[in-house]
């Protein structure tokens, strides 16, 4: 949802519409980082209603990203969506300390 923090690195990025709709694609349901567009597939499931972005790559940790769905999204009847968009942060990225390689002697 909106503002959520703590978004798992590796989650895609789910919309379920109240009704099934037309038209979601790359360029109608996007993905920054700050300016810059984080590369992504977007699916639709069988229903129509459930639109699924998957980053090409893992977020970066404790990041915030834009989800932006645009009015080329149509429902059935051609009606376009009003323009919508809200905001995450991604999860921190766990700190991993060496254990070092133990020598044999």
């Not at 895609?12 to 996007?30: A, E, K, N």
């Not at 984080?38 to 977020?59: N, Y």
Request: glycine letters at 12%.
């Amino acid at each position: 949802g909106d503002g959520a923090r703590s978004v798992p690195i590796n989650a895609p990025v789910t919309v379920t519409f109240s009704q099934p709709v037309l038209g979601v694609d790359s360029s109608t349901f996007s993905l920054a980082q700050g300016t810059t567009a984080v590369p992504a597939t977007v699916t639709m499931d069988a229903t129509g209603r459930i639109a699924t972005l998957t980053p090409t790559t893992p977020f970066g940790g404790s990041l915030a990203y834009t989800a932006t769905l645009t009015t080329g999204i149509t429902g059935v009847t051609g009606t376009p969506i009003l323009g919508y968009g809200w905001t995450f942060t991604s999860t921190a990225v766990p700190k991993f300390r060496s254990a070092g390689v133990p020598s044999v002697r």
